[in-house]
């Protein structure tokens, strides 16, 4: 059955409408249920049809909820912008965007675009979904960027953003700070380009979060760290709060360009701050798409 067949009938335009990344698990489902209980009509965005018909059940089993499931592959361009014209022709505004999906992996991989992944998906496909929706946004929207603390061990490495040849100890390390980082200076150039628009731009840290973010938690590296660490998890709905509080707490309506930890603005790392780095990394992310912004 196609999406639209099943949904054009069925829109109301008086709720505020929100998109969310990564909705099938962990933090994401739990940002879908608390933004569909505030009254938002959700969309929820996945990589695996199956995984998310399956959370799209359990989350509406529960209660009552207007909650949307359409399919987008974030590791590939022409997925994403696929997904953006499917999704245009049944939405006409985006009134909340929750840039939470993200993956970290030991192993190097690559998408289908070339790209590594953890760069790729993180960054650059927040990055080409985003301004693929922002002709969608009005004064008033909101777009939530999931950082991380990690972001502070972070690099952007221009000559080499692929990462290739790099040792693996310290891959991982590499390739999950460097997309990281990129997420905060994706949020600053971004609400600096958008700013005049009344469209919010603001990124968070959510804690260490007990989540399958594309870990392996059944067998080696994934199941070691887990059993360590688990007493020092928070939940997925603990972990999903400041990105629920930016994206719909009147007391941040009029924030933007901020890095945010427990629904607090917090300190970010000095090259974080770099206004020259977040402009060239924006401009390295529109070579690679191929989408552009004007300042």
Avoid: W
Wanted: proline share 1%.
């Amino acid at each position: 059955m196609n999406i639209m067949d099943t949904y054009n009938d069925n829109i109301d335009t008086n709720k505020k409408l929100a998109v969310v990344t990564g909705g099938n698990s962990g933090m994401g489902k739990a940002t879908v249920a608390a933004l569909a209980d505030q009254g938002y009509c959700v969309v929820m965005l996945c990589r695996s049809k199956e995984r998310g018909e399956a959370a799209l059940q359990e989350l509406l089993t529960k209660q009552e909820r207007d909650i949307r499931l359409m399919q987008c592959n974030l590791g590939s361009m022409e997925d994403i912008r696929r997904f953006a014209t499917e999704f245009k022709e049944i939405y006409h505004k985006v009134d909340v965007l929750v840039n939470n999906a993200g993956v970290i992996s030991v192993n190097r991989k690559i998408t289908e675009d070339g790209l590594e992944e953890q760069f790729g998906v993180n960054h650059i496909g927040h990055f080409l979904l985003t301004l693929q929706l922002l002709d969608l946004m009005k004064e008033g929207s909101r777009v939530v960027v999931v950082a991380s603390g990690a972001h502070k061990v972070g690099k952007i490495n221009f000559e080499n953003y692929n990462l290739e040849n790099e040792f693996p100890l310290f891959y991982v390390i590499k390739a999950y700070g460097q997309s990281k980082l990129a997420n905060v200076l994706f949020t600053r150039e971004l609400a600096k380009r958008v700013k005049d628009r009344g469209i919010t731009v603001n990124c968070c840290h959510p804690g260490a979060v007990s989540t399958s973010m594309g870990v392996d938690r059944n067998t080696g590296f994934g199941k070691s760290i887990t059993g360590i660490l688990k007493p020092f998890f928070l939940t997925a709905e603990e972990g999903a709060k400041t990105a629920i509080y930016l994206a719909t707490s009147p007391k941040v309506s009029d924030v933007t360009g901020k890095y945010f930890y427990r629904c607090e603005k917090a300190k970010t790392s000095k090259l974080a701050k770099s206004k020259k780095l977040a402009r060239e990394l924006f401009e390295l992310s529109e070579k690679i798409t191929g989408e552009t912004l004007s300042e």
